[in-house]
């Protein structure tokens, strides 16, 4: 994997370049094996915290990584495009927009000792904004080259918090056009409910249950593209252990696996229909 700088990046985008690269700050890697009119997004996979930062953060490492989305890369990184957070959330949310994007408290939790100096937070958002530089150059590219898209926005969520049964898989759809993808959304969230998942974990598919779909990818993808469908896909965390902090491969392998086919199904459809 390369290192490359935005610009290069970019450039490499609208040249229709295949590569892998980190970006030259390692905040965030992107991957394009093959210009194809989809698009898999991990925001919130990252883990890594600025060392400048720990002495004056408030949350604990196993807090942070509760809060994070681990994995939502690995489930896929087989695909042709994808694009995912390096950084934690806890640094600056790559779901937010800028301005609220550095948190000051974190699920009712106070997040740093001392307020952060305005260098530190810019360092953030200098990252933040490159993140977008580049996911603008991406779609643009895609819908120039195919006339539509659609973005299989990645998450995760923990399901402990919560009193009441919550769905496996569960598709945000607060923001997009329904009334224009209506049937895309339906047949996703079909696809879904038939992963056969391991140790007898039923597969579940809800639209707008747990979360609605307000994140900042969405919506930007949404506002700057009119011709680009953003699928905010979020996965129960039953691929790991919330309490214990411990990953369970056997699953994250099987949702891959699923993955692997169900995407370019979805996509074939929503092209057979919008392309």
């Avoid at 690269?21 to 997004?41: L, M, N, Q, R």
Wanted: proline share 4%; hydrophobic share 35%.
């Amino acid at each position: 994997m390369k290192k490359l700088t935005i610009d290069q990046i970019i450039s490499n985008i609208q040249r229709e370049q295949c590569f892998e690269a980190v970006s030259e700050e390692y905040s965030f890697t992107i991957k394009i094996d093959k210009y194809v009119p989809y698009v898999c997004g991990a925001v919130h996979d990252g883990h890594q915290f600025r060392r400048e930062l720990w002495d004056n953060c408030l949350h604990t490492e196993y807090e942070r990584w509760f809060e994070e989305d681990p994995a939502t890369k690995q489930m896929v990184q087989t695909h042709p495009i994808v694009i995912a957070g390096m950084d934690s959330r806890f640094e600056y949310d790559l779901n937010r927009a800028p301005e609220s994007a550095i948190y000051e408290d974190a699920w009712g939790k106070q997040l740093w000792r001392n307020p952060l100096p305005v260098q530190m937070k810019q360092k953030s958002l200098d990252k933040h904004a490159n993140f977008y530089k580049v996911v603008h150059a991406l779609i643009e590219k895609l819908e120039e080259k195919f006339d539509i898209c659609i973005v299989y926005d990645m998450h995760s969520y923990n399901w402990r918090r919560w009193d009441r049964e919550v769905p496996t898989f569960n598709l945000g759809t607060g923001n997009v056009d329904n009334e224009r993808f209506g049937n895309e959304i339906a047949l996703w969230q079909q696809l879904l409910s038939e992963i056969k998942l391991p140790h007898g974990i039923v597969s579940t598919s809800k639209i707008n249950d747990t979360f609605q779909g307000n994140g900042y990818f969405l919506k930007y993808i949404t506002q700057h593209f009119s011709n680009t469908l953003v699928l905010a896909t979020e996965v129960k965390k039953i691929y790991c252990d919330e309490i214990e902090q411990i990953m369970f491969p056997e699953v994250v392998a099987t949702i891959e696996e699923a993955l692997k086919k169900l995407i370019p199904t979805h996509v074939a459809q929503f092209l057979q229909k919008h392309g």
